[in-house]
């Protein structure tokens, strides 16, 4: 594969995408920014004589992929594999009174039809502790006595073919009664009281009540999520296969995690971790959604062992929306101290964070991140911020693209615009005002979080050039003052990417190419790519002679995964580590030892310090007052996300993560009724973007390095999910300004922003 085709300086192409969401031709918008560190890297990559780095590699992972010759779980060959389907609960609460299997069982096809009965109780995954963990939901695999959550598998059907598991399924009656103690509230509501809050979580520093008793002014804001539904194209599937004579098992998953999910699998089952194989062979996609082992997935791997025959599973796309895990969902409201002359004093903030009715891996992440990432880039000394998750009877909510950083951002970037707005003055004044300095940096805010990097004074000022600013606000205001409902939204945040570890496996071959072995795994996310472009890079050869490993507990060292945009930072770091490592034996080896022998280095690499990336993205958007129609006229952004290895791939990670902003800004929402009843569950009810719902997109980037990874590199998987939907939403609230309105819940549909300027209108001549 070569990889020569065409070679981008270490930053972003400013680009376009057209409505179609192809490019526009090179030419006609392009305009490339140089992009100057303002300090040198504290760890410098050495300057290569190919300079791999940087380049716009094509993802070597894509001919596979896009001319059908990809190999997903669902496409694993497995001879002889039973089928599952699931009995799921059609109510979201009760007590199971009796299952009827019979008619079910003796179908043909039918080989066993189970309940919570013929389990052994088995516990769920391993929840991460970011916050304490108050109390914890039961888990069960299948329902034992009570229901809670619609769509929680009852009972399971395996059969030789999938249509008559599905047939069987339907044929097992569960009766279910009212239930009267249960604590968590149906439907997506409030708590009820302390047995529902889960998770805990609180940051203060300084004395917040003294603070905004003295502030010269004051703004609070309330923000409700939507809750969404990850959607990635690839459903949930599992296939697994188990050696009768051992006992061992091989299990092919669509996972973000597959290490851990091995990890999680022999504990809950009572193996060896070595009697567990893990494989995440092509994964179309998770953003969050697979980085958890769910109650469907336990029963098949047990059922795998049970019945010592292989079995295979893969969600539809309605079972996802009913039981995968949502993400967002949360209610948080926030008050900012303001003194004279605009410098912010003192913030609080209390959020109430939605969990579903049992615990994913990362259920706190969301919760976490959202609190500890609040104050942004922002120099606030005073803090005091509460967290509370929520039990309610509904599918998990866990961790979804940006996980929190999106949560914090917008809480941040309302405030900072609601600020501007009562004190009139421009927002990008008032935030340059009050940033972090970049000689302050690292910084440890008041939360305890350590800003690692950055210079967001700088990102301000450039946003301001590139995007022409001032003549956007200008044309605004004329065309506001022609009757035009026009906003102009703005969004500057910080985002973090992963903590501690990966680690990789590099063997150099006497033939001159290589092989990495990567602990990190993709979720289709083009990492075979980049990270080949690492390992050429330090071995000065070709990328295309460069082969990569990943997704295999047994293939590949141990790793964390595919998460909070970790892969390039840290992932790509211990990958760096390797090559070197064989370089320097090599060196040392001389060159007369080369040919004869393969040189071979594996590295755990430990970052001391998450990397932050930042970002300033702007929308601009007219709001049809007849019919609420909101569009974005022109969506602009600049991220500083350190040395980038391949500016195409930051620009589809960055554009794909604007598509799923916009899709929360705009269109997509979960939706329970007040019974726990899901009445969004397929995409005829769950509104996802499409092209045409894409704007036009210009993207810039500076580039300040990270000093605590070998690459320099930060986060840009999850840039666009943080900085779009508070951008946008500034920018609705900013277009409706002039009619009084203060407040909007997202998605921003035609309807919504109807029924809002119907009211503004209605209160304003009463
Ligand atoms: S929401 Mo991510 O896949 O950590």
Redesign the pocket.
Request: proline share 0%; net charge positive; hydrophobic share 40%.
């Given at each position: 594969m070569s990889c020569s085709d065409s070679q981008f300086p270490a930053q972003f192409r400013l680009s376009r995408i057209d409505k179609r969401g192809f490019p526009v031709p090179k030419g006609l918008h392009l305009t490339v920014l140089p992009s100057v560190p303002d300090r040198p890297s504290c760890a410098p990559v050495p300057a290569p004589r190919r300079a791999v780095i940087g380049r716009s590699c094509k993802r070597r992972e894509d001919r596979a992929l896009v001319t059908g010759h990809g190999q997903f779980t669902a496409d694993v060959p497995l001879d002889g594999a039973l089928q599952v389907a699931f009995v799921r609960s059609d109510v979201a609460k009760g007590r199971i009174a009796g299952i009827a299997c019979d008619a079910a069982s003796s179908l043909p096809g039918v080989v066993a039809v189970l309940t919570a009965a013929d389990l052994p109780a088995l516990r769920g995954p391993s929840v991460n502790p970011v916050l304490e963990l108050s109390s914890m939901p039961q888990f069960q695999v299948l329902a034992r006595d009570r229901i809670s959550a619609v769509g929680q598998p009852v009972a399971a059907v395996l059969a030789t073919g999938i249509a008559a598991a599905a047939d069987a399924a339907a044929q097992v009656v569960v009766d279910i009664v009212d239930g009267d103690d249960d604590a968590a509230p149906a439907g997506d509501t409030g708590a009820t009281g302390d047995s529902s809050i889960a998770v805990r979580g609180g940051w203060r520093q300084g004395d917040a009540a003294a603070l905004f008793a003295e502030a010269d002014h004051v703004v609070c804001v309330t923000v409700q999520h939507p809750r969404l539904a990850a959607c990635s194209l690839e459903p949930r599937s599992v296939a697994v296969d188990v050696d009768r004579d051992s006992g061992a098992l091989t299990v092919w998953l669509s996972t973000?995690t597959p290490h851990r999910a091995r990890t999680d699998l022999a504990h809950i089952l009572g193996l060896d971790a070595h009697h567990v194989h893990v494989i995440a062979p092509d994964v179309g996609g998770?953003?969050?959604?697979?980085?958890s082992l769910y109650p469907e997935e336990i029963f098949v791997v047990w059922a795998a062992l049970h019945t010592g025959r292989p079995v295979r599973w893969n969600a539809t796309r309605s079972e996802d929306m009913l039981s995968a895990s949502h993400?967002r969902g949360g209610r948080l409201s926030g008050r900012l101290a303001i003194g004279r002359n605009g410098r912010f004093l003192a913030l609080s903030a209390d959020f109430e964070m939605p969990l579903g009715a049992w615990l994913t891996t990362?259920a706190a992440?969301p919760s976490w991140n959202a609190g500890r990432i609040l104050p942004g880039p922002y120099a606030v000394d005073c803090v005091d911020i509460a967290v509370r998750g929520i039990l309610c009877a509904t599918a998990p909510v866990g961790?979804?693209?940006?996980?929190g950083r999106p949560e914090a951002a917008m809480l941040m970037e309302r405030l900072v615009h609601e600020a501007a707005r009562v004190l009139d003055r421009d927002p990008l004044d008032l935030r340059a005002q009050n940033l972090v300095p970049p000689t302050g940096m690292p910084h440890r805010g008041a939360t305890g979080t350590v800003l690692d990097s950055g210079d967001y004074p700088r990102l301000v000022r450039r946003f301001r050039d590139y995007s022409d600013y001032d003549a956007l606000c200008c044309e605004r205001d004329r065309r506001r003052q022609n009757g035009s409902l026009v906003g102009i939204g703005t969004a500057l945040f910080v985002e973090p990417c992963?903590r501690g570890w990966e680690s990789a496996r590099v063997e150099w071959r006497p033939d001159g190419t290589a092989l990495l072995a990567t602990g990190s795994s993709s979720?289709g996310h083009g990492r075979e790519t980049a990270y080949a472009q690492i390992v050429a890079d330090a071995l000065d050869i070709e990328p295309d002679r460069v082969t990569v490993a990943e997704g295999d507990t047994e293939l590949c060292p141990n790793g964390i995964g595919?998460?909070?945009?970790?892969s390039t930072a840290i992932g790509g770091s211990a990958v760096l580590e390797a090559a070197r490592e064989v370089r320097a034996k090599r060196d040392r080896a001389g060159p007369e030892n080369a040919p004869e022998n393969s040189i071979v280095a594996e590295t755990v690499f430990q970052c001391e310090h998450e990397a932050w990336g930042s970002g300033l993205h702007l929308a601009m958007v007219s709001i049809d007052p007849d019919t609420g129609t909101l569009t974005v006229e022109r969506f602009l952004c600049v991220d500083d996300i350190g040395t980038v290895i391949n500016p195409m791939l930051a620009e589809g990670q960055l554009s794909g993560g604007l598509a799923q902003g916009l899709g929360e800004a705009l269109l997509e929402k979960v939706v329970y009724d007040a019974d726990g009843q899901l009445l969004t569950g397929s995409l005829m009810d769950y509104a996802m973007p499409r092209a045409a719902d894409m704007p036009d997109i210009g993207m810039a980037s500076q580039a300040t390095p990270a000093p605590f990874n070998l690459l320099g590199a930060k986060g840009i998987?999850?840039a666009g999910t943080i900085g779009a939907p508070a951008a946008i939403l500034n920018a609705a609230l900013d277009a409706l300004s002039p009619l009084g309105v203060r407040e909007l819940d997202m998605p921003l549909t035609g309807a919504a922003l109807w029924t809002a300027i119907q009211s503004a209108r209605q209160g304003g001549s009463a």
């Open positions: 973000q998770a953003f969050g959604m697979k980085a993400g990362s992440v961790i979804y693209r940006g996980a992963g979720q595919a998460l909070a945009s970790r998987g999850e």
